[in-house]
């Protein structure tokens, strides 16, 4: 297993992304540490993990209150002594398909502000932490339209381009002290395409068209991709790694 004997808080463990990357986690031998906002999502995501034989703990914690974090990751600290890993997949409802011309302000400085807080929130107070023991990685979360030139996606393409500045800023300073920081990117995951589509381009099945044909694969990668490399990545198999992007787009953006 990848990650036997790690200790891996994920925080947004609820969603979609956080809680694929858990249970993978979880199966690769990690003991996880699972939070977020609402408890109910985090808390059947762990019964599963435990339900297959792994080991979880769920917390209510809102990643936007600095105190609330700062107190959780020291709990987690006093109760499993360290912290190996750490991935944000905290995520935000984003106003798009309205062009910036005629964009209100707080619809476009909401996305950067939110994002980007919470990541530079949890990944310090983990590093904090990790440079301590010298060891730990840092998996931060962005998507496509930060490597793109893409109309009408507002403010969420400039946040997740922040996004990845923030990792390389913390590769940089952190990587003398043996933490690695490392990005994944995905275009739109196929797994959380729902009815309605959330860019208005027509119906769910030519949204779906759409954004295939813009990959080079002309597929949409799976929650199952962006755990196992989430996995890997945590792993020390990826040793080498840090201050990069893991591109996941299926040649959407193509690095």
Same mark, same amino acid.
């Given at each position: 297993?990848?990650?036997?004997?790690?200790?891996?808080?994920?925080?947004?463990? #609820?969603?979609?992304?956080?809680? $694929?990357?858990?249970?993978?986690?979880?199966?690769?031998?990690?003991?996880?540490?699972?939070?977020?906002?609402? @408890?109910?999502?985090?808390? *059947?995501? !762990?019964? +599963?993990?435990?339900?297959?034989? #792994?080991? $979880?703990?769920?917390?209510?914690?809102?990643?936007?209150?600095? +105190?609330? %974090?700062?107190?959780? &990751?020291?709990?987690? %600290? =006093?109760?499993?002594?360290?912290?190996?890993?750490?991935?944000?997949? %905290?995520?935000?409802?984003?106003?798009?398909?309205?062009?910036? /011309?005629?964009?209100?302000?707080?619809?476009? %400085?909401?996305?950067?502000?939110?994002?980007?807080?919470?990541?530079?929130? &949890?990944?310090?107070?983990? $590093?904090?932490?990790?440079?301590?023991?010298?060891?730990?990685?840092?998996? &931060?979360?962005?998507?496509?339209?930060?490597?793109?030139?893409?109309?009408?996606? @507002?403010?969420?393409?400039?946040?997740?381009?922040?996004?990845?500045?923030?990792?390389?800023?913390?590769?940089?300073?952190?990587?003398?002290?043996?933490?690695?920081?490392?990005?994944? =990117?995905?275009?739109?995951?196929?797994?959380?395409?729902?009815?309605?589509?959330?860019?208005?381009?027509?119906?769910?099945?030519?949204?779906?068209?759409?954004?295939?044909?813009? /990959?080079?694969?002309?597929?949409?990668?799976?929650? $199952?991709?962006?755990?196992?490399? @989430?996995?890997?990545?945590?792993?020390?198999?990826?040793? !080498?790694? &840090?201050? /990069?992007? *893991?591109?996941?787009?299926?040649?959407?953006?193509?690095?």
């Amino acid at each position: 297993m990848l990650l036997t004997n790690k200790i891996a808080v994920i925080h947004g463990a #609820g969603g979609a992304i956080g809680g $694929a990357v858990a249970r993978t986690f979880a199966r690769e031998g990690a003991k996880v540490f699972l939070s977020g906002r609402n @408890a109910e999502p985090v808390e *059947a995501v !762990a019964r +599963d993990i435990v339900a297959a034989g #792994g080991e $979880a703990e769920v917390a209510q914690v809102d990643v936007l209150d600095e +105190d609330a %974090i700062e107190k959780y &990751t020291a709990k987690v %600290i =006093r109760k499993a002594g360290r912290i190996d890993v750490v991935f944000n997949a %905290i995520g935000f409802r984003v106003l798009q398909g309205v062009p910036l /011309t005629d964009l209100k302000r707080d619809d476009f %400085i909401s996305p950067i502000v939110s994002w980007t807080t919470t990541q530079f929130l &949890t990944s310090r107070t983990a $590093a904090r932490h990790m440079v301590q023991k010298r060891s730990g990685v840092i998996l &931060t979360l962005s998507a496509s339209p930060a490597r793109l030139a893409v109309a009408s996606t @507002a403010g969420f393409g400039v946040a997740c381009a922040a996004i990845e500045g923030l990792t390389r800023t913390l590769a940089a300073e952190l990587g003398p002290q043996g933490v690695r920081v490392v990005c994944i =990117r995905p275009h739109r995951i196929g797994d959380t395409l729902g009815p309605d589509p959330d860019f208005p381009v027509g119906e769910a099945e030519e949204f779906r068209s759409l954004i295939e044909g813009w /990959t080079l694969l002309k597929r949409l990668p799976s929650l $199952a991709d962006v755990a196992s490399t @989430a996995a890997f990545l945590a792993s020390d198999h990826a040793d !080498a790694m &840090t201050g /990069t992007v *893991a591109n996941l787009t299926c040649g959407m953006s193509v690095d």
